[in-house]
């Protein structure tokens, strides 16, 4: 079947959604999710999203800025950050007035709370920065947007999953899609397309995304050609529930909540005696990895304590309700009684599709746009985080740069015309889907998928050293190998998981060898990528961009530069 | 330890009717229902269809019926039923099966969106945000822990007889934003239920209150609306 919008967007998260609105009102709009839309992963977010409203003390959006760009180890780029850091009091008040129920102060103001890195007065103390909705932020506004999407009648494609983007003369003309329920392929012919997929979590073993964070628009966008860019840095929150990598909110520790070795320890305030557990994610979780190594996990396991048991109960309920539940449904603990045994989670990527601050793919170090190529949200990289995110910066950038991509999307359409490729890039697709169907293969798909993501878990997280690491890259490609000879059982056209898992493990197979070929290219240690052989930051050679570009000859690396404005590179430390 | 599963199938390319197939897993106590449904499908036969997402409770994706009770299968452990590790697992009930344990969810997103489920306000909004008064935010409050899963509704004896019943999910919406003190389409929201297709359908029979994966008080909730309702006919 064929469609013809003036623009399509991939994912129906918030990036996705804030688009939609924005060009809906005066273009043509799709929006195509593999799944329903409110089962976006933004969905999950849970603690806030930062913006200097000051409205609980004093705060300010230089600041913001300050913060996020030493939270990023000086690798985000400083306009872009800028642009977030200003733009983020208008786009809370934006969301206050589409209906987002915000907790509210006793003046009747958004309330705010502290998270980790965010600070006053550059690094003194802590800042309540983050406005929320209890500890269901994400959710609250996910449906938010996508109701007012219902009362704009924007178009949505559900349950349809993106095959490839069709790019004829370095100018993306639109999608092929396959529609879960019925196996048919769908041509959306657009003038632009906007990718929104999120993230990539399901790469490694333990993390705290959903099943659907496969990374595929990363994937796509770059088997067409378009660079990804920082793709080793790659977020572990430190408070996933042991074992499982279910998230508990960084709001716990915003609330008061502590960590604690097996010797009752708040070990936090060795590592950082001035925000202490309030440290930004990528140092609390290497603080925890090093208790455990010096044997001061909980009962020598791997995992510490997360103790919110002075809390009391009215502010566990009113604030942290959710993940009580959580730690009460999957760990059987009754947070207001007994600590919480957590570990580090994979739960971010950095790194992402190379975009400008409208959203513009860009194809090469002097940020020449792809044509008709847009991106916003975590499959982009702005970079806004640079080498690590502060929490509650990524509700932020989702809605900033959606709301940016939606409004350069709506003057690109009204400058340029569609255009019909000369390949029929459906026939392709149909190709693709039967050789998959009929392949013969021995391997099955999950357990290349399993080993995939143990390899990257026990080789590439937390903590990297080249050896281990190429050995990963070598299995990466044996995986790689496997994979041509894959079958699928199921050979239906309705509701085939079998096929979906086979696209998005070939997705994800691309961006494990990107990943580990970027921490290998990366001789420092800089915010969340961690080298145990080279434990200094590196400026003089590595305060740039990595970007992976994927040929014929396989992927190739190059550099662009990091832009700095108002503040230059210091030792960080908290 | 092993556990059994008797799952329900139908695919409408080869089944003329559905029918049970029965899978033996490999699982710990603390495994998820959803998890042992992925080994079956990963290990045994990826043929088996169901959604599912974020696996912990709160994308709304995996809505089942799990030993006759409408459950998500991401937020039930194989230690939280009494079975003997025997498991019959169907998809949810009143809903059109697609596939196994898929069903269609067009209906239920349907009646949700008739309540106009957004903010609607003849006020120009301040330049900062709306002040908001944080007793009447707790209020709504916990109508905001919906996820859209369907358990409620699907569950609900009412809708199971008048399919013309907005039911309780879409009406849990609707209370949301009646008691929004920012909305200020309050009395044409509560003239549009006021009816047995709308909240006067609700009998207070608890199931939805009784199943809903989020512990929300849906009854409760819908009999405030109720109340408002009462209250207005006697003022007149």
């Known amino acids: ?574 | 330890m092993k556990c059994n599963f008797i799952i329900y199938r139908f695919d409408p390319a080869v089944d003329k009717e559905s029918r049970y197939q029965e899978y033996t897993v490999e699982a710990e106590p603390t495994d998820k229902i959803l998890d042992c449904l992925n080994k079956i499908r990963w290990e045994q036969d990826p043929t088996l269809a169901y959604r599912y997402s974020c696996a912990h409770g709160i994308c709304g994706s995996d809505a089942l019926v799990i030993n006759s009770r409408v459950e998500l299968a991401c937020q039930k452990l194989v230690r939280d039923f009494k079975t003997g590790n025997n498991f019959v697992i169907e998809p949810l009930p009143f809903f059109n099966v697609i596939k196994d344990l898929v069903v269609d969810l067009k209906p239920f997103f349907d009646k949700h969106r008739s309540v106009r489920p957004y903010l609607i306000s003849d006020q120009k909004p301040p330049e900062k945000e709306r002040l908001q008064d944080s007793q009447d935010q707790e209020f709504f409050e916990p109508a905001l822990r919906c996820i859209l899963c369907a358990s409620c509704t699907s569950s609900c004896p009412i809708t199971r007889t008048n399919p013309d019943y907005v039911g309780p999910a879409a009406l849990l919406r609707a209370f949301r934003y009646i008691f929004d003190s920012r909305d200020t389409a309050t009395d044409d929201r509560l003239e549009k239920i006021d009816s047995q297709d709308g909240v006067w359908g609700c009998k207070t029979m608890w199931w939805c209150t009784d199943v809903c994966p989020k512990g929300i008080p849906i009854t409760k909730c819908l009999g405030q609306i109720k109340r408002v309702l009462k209250k207005n006919k006697a003022a007149r």
């Open chain 1, 1 to 574: 079947m064929e469609h013809q919008f003036d623009a399509v967007i991939i994912g129906s998260g918030l990036a996705g959604l804030r688009a939609a609105i924005e060009i809906g009102e005066n273009a043509s709009v799709a929006v195509l999710s593999k799944v329903f839309a409110t089962r976006s992963h933004s969905g999950a977010a849970q603690g806030g999203i930062g913006a200097a409203l000051a409205n609980e003390e004093e705060d300010s959006w230089e600041w913001h800025m300050f913060d996020t760009v030493k939270g990023s180890d000086y690798l985000g780029d400083q306009d872009a950050i800028e642009t977030m850091a200003k733009d983020a009091p208008r786009t809370i008040f934006e969301l206050e007035h589409l209906g987002v129920p915000f907790n509210r102060t006793s003046e009747g103001k958004i309330a705010q709370r502290a998270f980790g890195g965010h600070t006053s007065g550059f690094g003194k103390a802590p800042v309540k920065r983050a406005c929320f909705a209890a500890d269901r932020t994400g959710r609250v506004i996910l449906d938010t947007l996508w109701e007012q999407c219902l009362q704009r009648n924007t178009k949505f494609f559900d349950e349809f999953q993106v095959l490839s983007l069709m790019v004829e003369d370095r100018r993306c003309c639109g999608v092929v899609a396959y529609e879960l329920a019925t196996g048919e392929l769908h041509t959306f012919y657009s003038k632009v397309v906007l990718l929104a997929t999120g993230g990539a979590g399901k790469i490694f073993k333990t993390t705290s995304n959903a099943f659907a964070s496969t990374g595929d628009g990363m994937a796509l966008a770059y088997r067409a050609g378009a660079p990804l860019e920082d793709m080793e840095f790659v977020q572990f929150h430190p408070t996933g529930i042991y074992k499982l990598g279910i998230l508990i909110s960084e709001a716990a520790r915003g609330e008061g909540g502590i960590l604690l070795n097996k010797d009752g320890e708040r070990f936090m305030e060795r590592y950082a005696p001035v925000i202490k557990d309030l440290a930004p994610r990528d140092m609390v979780s290497r603080c925890i990895m090093e208790e455990v190594r010096a044997g001061r996990g909980i009962d020598g396991q791997d995992y510490v304590h997360l103790d919110l048991t002075h809390l009391g109960e009215d502010v566990i309920n009113s604030k942290l309700a959710e993940i009580t539940g959580f730690a009460r449904t999957y760990a059987g603990v009754d947070a207001n009684k007994e600590p919480i045994p957590v570990q580090p989670t994979c739960h971010y990527m950095m790194g992402g599709i190379a975009s400008d601050v409208d959203g513009r793919v860009v194809v090469d170090s002097s940020n020449t746009p792809f044509e008709g190529l847009f991106a916003a949200g975590e499959c982009a990289c702005v970079s806004v985080h640079g080498a690590n995110r502060l929490g509650c910066n990524s509700l932020l950038d989702t809605l900033v740069f959606g709301r940016r991509s939606g409004m350069e999307i709506s003057r690109y359409v009204q400058r340029n015309d569609f255009q019909k490729p000369a390949t029929d890039f459906e026939k392709a697709a149909a190709a693709k889907i039967s050789g998959l169907m009929t392949a013969k293969g021995e391997e099955r798909i999950g357990d290349i998928m399993a080993d995939m993501q143990e390899v990257m878990m026990d080789n590439v997280s937390v903590f990297r050293t080249e050896s281990p690491m190429k050995e990963a890259l070598g299995k990466i490609m044996e995986l790689k190998g496997r994979y041509q000879h894959i079958s699928l059982q199921d050979k239906g056209s309705c509701f085939n998981r079998d096929l979906l898992d086979a696209l998005e493990l070939g997705h994800m197979l691309d961006l494990a060898e990107v990943i580990a070929m970027g921490a290998l290219f990366r001789q420092e240690s800089r915010g969340a990528h961690f080298r145990e052989d080279f434990p200094e930051r590196n400026d003089d050679d590595f305060l740039v961009h990595t970007l992976v570009r994927h040929t014929d000859k396989g992927p190739q690396i190059f550099n662009k530069p990091v832009t700095i404005t108002r503040f230059q590179p210091q030792e960080r430390k908290y």
